[in-house]
């Protein structure tokens, strides 16, 4: 399996301009996780959805983000508008909770994103 | 809240080095704590998971021990190569959610 992949893995924008982060998980896996790393805040979780199904968003910092699972192939994580403060690592990662979630979830390579 | 302390943040040491990295949280009622590692440009890579009722786990030259009532756990490194370097980051697992510490940034040099 190739793991779990998201694009771009460099993402460069001006403030106020729209992003679009994307994942694809490990096929099979029915959870799928979003998670932002900054240098102050450390790694956070914005949200996660289970089945496609968003089950916890309460980590998504305002409504400039949103995050949607069409298929249990694809995931996007939306910014709009963007501001220099979204500026930081974007994590996806996946699992197939047989056993808990917190257990085992492997993570993408992440997409580094800078707001100018 | 649940809140998770590591340190150091940075750690430089030579090669052969036996080292202890910390992670520390507030909240002992958790399910499990895991030792990831990170690399540069790369996601995160699971070490070590020990389930709450467990005490400590090993594989290879790394060992990591919980001590959940004191809200404490530690990564050893044995014998540390400089492929080890990298950042080391713990996380505790509730029921649903991986809380994460801000990791130890470690540099073995030759």
């Known amino acids: 399996d190739a793991g779990v992949i998201q694009s771009p893995r460099h993402e460069v924008t001006e403030m106020g301009q729209e992003v679009t982060l994307r994942c694809k998980p490990i096929s099979g896996h029915d959870y799928l996780f979003w998670y932002r790393q900054t240098m102050m805040r450390g790694l956070e979780l914005l949200i996660y959805?289970?089945?496609?199904?968003?089950?916890?968003d309460s980590g998504m910092p305002e409504d400039r983000f949103s995050a949607k699972m069409p298929n249990a192939s694809f995931s996007t994580l939306k910014i709009q508008p963007s501001e220099p403060r979204d500026s930081a690592v974007y994590f996806c990662a996946s699992t197939d909770g047989t056993s808990r979630i917190t257990d085992t979830q492997y993570f993408g390579p992440g997409t580094r994103l800078t707001v100018l | 809240k649940q809140e998770v302390t590591q340190i150091p943040a940075a750690l430089s040491v030579p090669e052969g080095e036996n080292l202890v990295l910390n992670c520390s949280f507030t909240d002992s009622a958790i399910y499990n704590l895991q030792w990831f590692r990170q690399d540069p440009g790369k996601g995160l890579t699971s070490l070590l998971l020990?389930?709450?009722?467990?005490r400590e786990q090993t594989s290879g030259r790394l060992n990591a021990s919980l001590d959940k009532s004191s809200g404490r756990s530690t990564l050893y490194i044995a014998a540390s190569q400089p492929g080890d370097s990298a950042t080391y980051l713990c996380?505790?697992?509730?029921?649903?959610?991986?809380?994460f510490g801000t990791g130890t940034r470690l540099q073995v040099f030759p």
């Open positions: 959805f289970n089945n496609n199904v968003p089950i916890d």
């Open positions: 996380a505790v697992g509730n029921t649903d959610k991986l809380i």
């Open positions: 020990i389930q709450s009722s467990q």
